[in-house]
């Protein structure tokens, strides 16, 4: 009996001093989870190459407008140039295709000069709903110096022709393009240079 009372106490001891020990040492008894690092931030468009993507004008034509817009990519650079008509519409655009997986990211930050208009991003995911797709706009301001702007996914208003709609998020994990408007309501000419698109994280500095 007393060696059998002597081996539950020797238990005891152990079993009161591991945890004990471990504490001095800084060693947690519980497993511990490490986060996961947040995504790199992603470039969608750096403008190094002339042919980098295709961009296409839509104008306010396609409603009856005389909007005009032109876009190139030049030394480095998107230039969005052109003159906008409110009378019978009222904006122009230009929009690329980019397949990318945005998962994990806060929004999209893009380095930009122009006019002293402003603008607007648009983020592509491929949602419609009653046969139309759903754009996602945010503003953006320019002035004559090289600004860097960001636009939380947050911020994005889900429209049909400029009308809110109600929609469910955007899928940060599907995007499939990027579109730049100019939709202020003031007639005369106007000037956007890009120098990058680029997605940030929260952590992201």
Known sequence: MR??????????????LVPSLLVLLGVSARPHHVP???????????????NEAEWDVVNDGVMGGHSAGFVEVTEGTLRFTGTLVTQDGGFTSVRARR???LA??????????????????????????YGRTISRRAPI?????????????????????????????????????VG????????????????????YGGDTP
């Open 3 to 16: 060696v059998r009372r002597l081996r539950v106490r020797r238990l005891r001891v152990r079993r009161l």
């Open 36 to 50: 996961m690092p947040a995504p790199a931030p992603a470039t969608l468009f750096a403008f190094d190459r002339a």
């Open 99 to 101: 397949d990318i997986d």
């Open 104 to 129: 994990g990211q806060t929004g999209i930050e893009l380095r930009v000069r122009g006019s002293g208009r402003p603008f607007e991003v648009e983020i592509d995911d491929g949602t419609r709903t």
């Open 141 to 177: 301001a320019t002035t004559a110096e090289w600004t860097t702007v960001r636009v939380p996914f947050s911020a994005l208003r889900s429209t049909i022709f400029g009308r809110a709609v109600n929609a469910a998020p955007l899928d940060v994990a599907h995007i499939r393009g």
């Open 180 to 199: 730049l408007y100019i939709a202020d309501g003031k007639d005369g000419t106007f000037r956007l240079e890009v120098d990058y698109i680029r997605s």
